[in-house]
């Protein structure tokens, strides 16, 4: 297949003129035109589109979790790879930053693929069989696309390339989506735990264990964890009813005490005993208690608390 539009034959000549070096929802970007020409040899990429309805670049960081082709009704498969680009325009070059291939049927292609992406990367297609790479061609805008001859030196390679004007679109377009914690996983449908980059799967959920002991003037709670985490302990304690008309029975805090605990590590939390608490026991008969409520809370990363209750009784007259 070749195209009518004097494309291949301008890009071709051009590029002989410059010397060859060994190119936060998800939302789409690239041309959801139809291919329906061809031309070999090439990497073809959109610098501007004005009638195209999606960006041409990508419009924030994030990972491309997939791109898909549209071909016309055709008895044939075109293989080709995807060239995500970083166009220098003062030095008029492109970085090569992904790539992927895949075989392109007649209709909409997707395939799968996981790739990081900056704010203004372009999408590129390179034919790596005899038919070439995918073009659309009669385009209803005047479109400003970018080339360079055969596929490029590899990721992380530049290549000088060219500019032409034409109506003619390259059929490729991909869905990005944010990526918050930069581990190039797409936050949407890659990454079950999106606030921390060392986990890709769900984020766990902490498991935290605490005991506690009576201490002179204090209360010890030692905590563990399943994952490392910040632990918060606090505790309250009702006091006995005071005299007089007083209806209901007052309560004392202990001031909580937050502290990181690591996975597997017993870490000492120690509560002071309030005045009102201390006053209470030493005026409470022998044999008589107070009950301390004691609460250890754990947050993982993505903000899940989990809590484990105690209770710890503190005889009177102490």
Same mark, same amino acid.
């Given at each position: 297949?070749?195209?009518?539009?004097?494309?291949?034959?301008?890009l071709?000549?051009?590029v002989?003129?410059?010397?060859?070096?060994?190119?936060s929802?998800?939302?789409?970007?690239?041309d959801?035109?139809v291919?329906?020409?061809?031309?070999?040899?090439?990497?073809?990429?959109?610098?501007?589109?004005?009638?195209n309805?999606?960006?041409?670049a990508?419009p924030?960081a994030?990972?491309i979790?997939?791109?898909?082709?549209?071909?016309?009704?055709?008895?044939?498969?075109?293989?080709?790879?995807?060239k995500?680009?970083?166009?220098?325009?003062?030095a008029k070059?492109?970085?090569?930053?992904g790539?992927?291939?895949?075989?392109?049927?007649?209709?909409?292609?997707?395939?799968p693929?996981?790739?990081?992406?900056?704010?203004?990367?372009?999408?590129?297609?390179?034919?790596?069989?005899?038919?070439?790479?995918?073009l659309?061609?009669?385009?209803?805008?005047?479109n400003?696309?970018?080339?360079f001859?055969?596929?490029g030196?590899?990721i992380?390679?530049?290549?000088?390339y060219v500019?032409?004007?034409a109506?003619v679109?390259?059929?490729?377009?991909?869905?990005?989506?944010?990526?918050?914690?930069?581990?190039?996983?797409?936050?949407?449908?890659?990454?079950g735990?999106?606030?921390?980059?060392a986990?890709?799967?769900?984020?766990p959920?902490?498991?935290?264990?605490?005991?506690?002991?009576?201490?002179?003037?204090?209360?010890?709670?030692?905590?563990? +964890?399943?994952? /490392?985490?910040p %632990? $918060?302990?606090s505790?309250?304690?009702?006091?006995? #009813? !005071? @005299?007089?008309k007083?209806?209901s029975?007052a309560?004392a805090?202990?001031k909580?005490?937050?502290k990181?605990v690591?996975?597997?590590?017993?870490?000492?939390?120690k509560?002071?005993?309030?005045?009102?608490l201390?006053?209470?026991?030493?005026s409470?008969?022998r044999?008589?208690?107070?009950?301390?409520?004691?609460?250890?809370n754990? +947050?993982?990363v /993505?903000?899940? %608390? $989990?809590?484990?209750?105690?209770?710890?009784?503190? #005889? !009177? @007259?102490s």
């Amino acid at each position: 297949m070749r195209i009518g539009t004097g494309l291949a034959t301008a890009l071709v000549a051009a590029v002989t003129l410059v010397a060859s070096p060994g190119a936060s929802a998800a939302t789409e970007f690239g041309d959801r035109c139809v291919g329906n020409e061809a031309e070999e040899g090439l990497t073809l990429f959109e610098l501007s589109a004005p009638g195209n309805p999606l960006p041409v670049a990508a419009p924030s960081a994030g990972v491309i979790t997939q791109w898909k082709v549209n071909l016309v009704p055709a008895p044939v498969v075109v293989p080709s790879t995807l060239k995500v680009l970083r166009p220098n325009a003062g030095a008029k070059t492109a970085q090569i930053v992904g790539e992927a291939s895949g075989n392109v049927a007649p209709g909409v292609n997707t395939f799968p693929t996981r790739i990081a992406v900056q704010a203004g990367d372009r999408l590129g297609l390179f034919g790596t069989a005899e038919i070439g790479t995918l073009l659309c061609d009669e385009q209803p805008s005047v479109n400003v696309l970018g080339g360079f001859e055969g596929g490029g030196a590899g990721i992380g390679s530049s290549t000088p390339y060219v500019e032409v004007s034409a109506d003619v679109g390259i059929p490729s377009w991909a869905v990005l989506e944010p990526d918050a914690d930069n581990d190039g996983f797409g936050d949407e449908t890659q990454d079950g735990c999106p606030q921390s980059a060392a986990i890709q799967t769900e984020c766990p959920v902490v498991i935290v264990d605490s005991y506690a002991l009576r201490q002179k003037s204090s209360i010890m709670v030692l905590v563990s +964890t399943s994952e /490392a985490a910040p %632990v $918060s302990v606090s505790g309250t304690a009702k006091l006995p #009813k !005071g @005299g007089g008309k007083a209806k209901s029975s007052a309560q004392a805090k202990l001031k909580k005490l937050t502290k990181n605990v690591p996975s597997g590590k017993l870490v000492r939390f120690k509560l002071k005993l309030p005045g009102s608490l201390k006053s209470a026991l030493a005026s409470l008969p022998r044999g008589k208690s107070i009950t301390v409520k004691l609460q250890a809370n754990a +947050t993982n990363v /993505a903000g899940q %608390v $989990s809590k484990d209750k105690s209770k710890l009784k503190l #005889k !009177g @007259g102490s």
